[in-house]
């Protein structure tokens, strides 16, 4: 009788404690995400070049497209997702499925920001392929981030 007390008690335990780290978890996974809202915010000029191509039904041009990083398109993406009512967590099956058909995604396909979402899917699948996740969803470095579209293009040329 005793036993099964002390038994249940440490089960107890053992589970609010499990509970109690899976919380810790999902509290600093948003507020990363909080972080890299802000820390990857549009330039300006950025925000410029995009309503002009908007204006004019064209695309971005490869020098402007350049400027922006890795980061600045995942806060693209997310735009999008929140924009149509997407609910995928970074690196669930849906947005790796969704990052994998994005180029069939034709309203995307419209926008100018197109090109700078695309670049960061590409990375990220990339960079997922190099990792297996067993027990957390994968993100990307933040120094990965935080490279310009270009910087990802010369990297990959050599």
């Given at each position: 009788m005793l036993r099964r007390k002390l038994t249940r008690k440490y089960f107890v335990i053992a589970l609010c404690s499990v509970v109690i780290i899976g919380v810790i978890f999902v509290v600093i996974d948003k507020n990363k995400e909080e972080r890299n809202a802000s820390h990857f915010a549009l330039t300006t000029q950025q925000k410029i070049a995009i309503k002009k191509?908007?204006?004019?039904?064209?695309?971005?041009?490869?020098?402007?497209?350049?400027?922006?990083?890795?980061?600045?398109?995942?806060?693209?993406?997310?735009?999008?997702?929140?924009?149509h009512d997407l609910n995928y967590k970074v690196g669930s099956k849906k947005y790796i499925h969704f990052l994998a058909k994005i180029s069939e995604t034709k309203d995307l396909q419209k926008e100018p920001e197109f090109a700078i979402i695309d670049a960061y899917a590409n990375v990220y699948l990339s960079e997922l392929q190099k990792h297996e996740p067993l027990f957390f969803r994968f993100h990307l470095k933040q120094s990965t981030l935080d490279k310009t579209i270009k910087e990802i293009r010369l990297e990959n040329k050599s």
């Amino acid at each position: 009788m005793l036993r099964r007390k002390l038994t249940r008690k440490y089960f107890v335990i053992a589970l609010c404690s499990v509970v109690i780290i899976g919380v810790i978890f999902v509290v600093i996974d948003k507020n990363k995400e909080e972080r890299n809202a802000s820390h990857f915010a549009l330039t300006t000029q950025q925000k410029i070049a995009i309503k002009k191509a908007k204006m004019s039904g064209g695309d971005l041009s490869d020098a402007e497209v350049d400027t922006f990083t890795i980061g600045q398109g995942k806060l693209l993406l997310d735009q999008y997702l929140k924009k149509h009512d997407l609910n995928y967590k970074v690196g669930s099956k849906k947005y790796i499925h969704f990052l994998a058909k994005i180029s069939e995604t034709k309203d995307l396909q419209k926008e100018p920001e197109f090109a700078i979402i695309d670049a960061y899917a590409n990375v990220y699948l990339s960079e997922l392929q190099k990792h297996e996740p067993l027990f957390f969803r994968f993100h990307l470095k933040q120094s990965t981030l935080d490279k310009t579209i270009k910087e990802i293009r010369l990297e990959n040329k050599s």
